[in-house]
């Protein structure tokens, strides 16, 4: 596909120095597609600039490297959503404090891209949506910027992984008009072995039905663990009885807090869109999220812990990430601070000036929770204190 030249570049990824937004970038650089990251972080743009990145990402440096001021650029000028033959948008839907779907972020996104906007650009909306976004604003687009098309191609990546698996799963394409479709499949030809063709509606339920199936198998495991606790069995035994060797429970998830920036906020927004009767969803949330409560409730059965000294490992909201959007481990620590808990907290890879070493958190605390099973906690030597260990790390 021969890029119009009349733009500089072939993509334009907006908000493209976040966790979603640079893998892509760096994606598209790595095939030889002129890449620009619009992003209004402009410390994070500098930093991409002085090819460090931001976070952590498996294989991401490298990349940067390479492909930086060649094939890739990041700016803080909003002139080049104008210079792009595709505009990749890589802010979604998210939810208020009534769990409720939030589309302030995405008209602000719109209204800010409308004076930049020509026929026949192309809008790729990347991150989650709630369902009938896409055509909405393809209606509004109608109106105000003719000729410009919406297609929806969602993001399937875990954090840490995203590029290698950019490279190697079928993207989910959809839009509204052939064209745009079919020039949208040979951009992400270019960067996947394969893309499977929805329609928007179907791509938008793809997303969210995926992400609330991960959330309702992480919840099932969740309450077994809850069920087995409060009954003195050995959780850990238990779910190795039912999966060694055995396929049909191959999908077993562990038991641990599921959490993070996207299962919790589209599980609730699927449930909005069915009008509350999204009721695995429900469920699935009041045990994920109930979590934290479940462990300090065991300890409130054994001690007080008023001046009790706690100490949180793993702060992360998942192993081996630097991440902690939505850690349900800051959650627990404020639950067990209103219990009196005198609570510490440690991170491989997160800096905080409040936190401690895990040697200073193991030695000083009475009791030591595993909030994210990173990998070095293995290798710890945990004695002299209580272990609560629902991941299975000790």
Known sequence: MAMNPSYNYDVCVLGGAGRAGLPLSLSFAKAGKKTVIYDIN?????????????????????????????TLWATIDPKVVSESRFIVVTIGTPIDEYLNPSFTDMKNVMAFLE??????????????????IS???QKQLDKTCPGVH??????????????????????????????AINQVKDLFMAISPEVIETSPLEAEFSKLFTNSY??????ISN?????????????????HAMSHNYPRMSALAKPGFAAGPCLFKDTM????????????????????????????NQLKEKMTMLDKKIGILGMAFK????????????????????EGARVLCSDVYLKDKDFVSEDVLIETCDIVIIGVPHQKYKTLSYSGCELIDMWGVS
């Open 319 to 338: 192993a081996e990430s630097d991440d902690s959007r939505e850690s349900l481990s800051y959650k627990l620590r404020k639950l067990l601070n209103l």
């Open 42 to 70: 402009e410390s994070t743009v500098n930093q991409i600039n002085a090819s460090e990145m931001p976070f952590m990402e498996e294989g991401a440096s490298i990349l940067l490297d390479v492909t930086l001021n060649k």
């Open 223 to 239: 309450q077994f663990y809850m069920i087995a606790e409060q009954f003195g069995a050995n959780t850990e035994n238990i779910f």
């Open 269 to 296: 927004q699927l449930s909005a869109f069915t009008n509350n009767t999204f009721f695995l969803g429900h469920s699935a949330m009041l045990i994920n999220e109930g979590l934290p409560k479940f462990l300090v």
């Open 115 to 132: 004076p930049y906007l020509k026929a026949p650009q192309i809008i790729i909306l990347r991150s989650t949506v709630y369902p009938t």
């Open 150 to 179: 919406v297609c929806f191609c969602p993001e399937r990546i875990i954090e840490g992984k995203a590029i290698q698996e950019i490279e190697t799963l079928p993207q989910i394409i959809s839009g509204f008009d052939e064209t």
């Open 135 to 137: 055509s909405t604003l």
């Open 214 to 219: 991960r959330y309702i198998q992480f919840a």
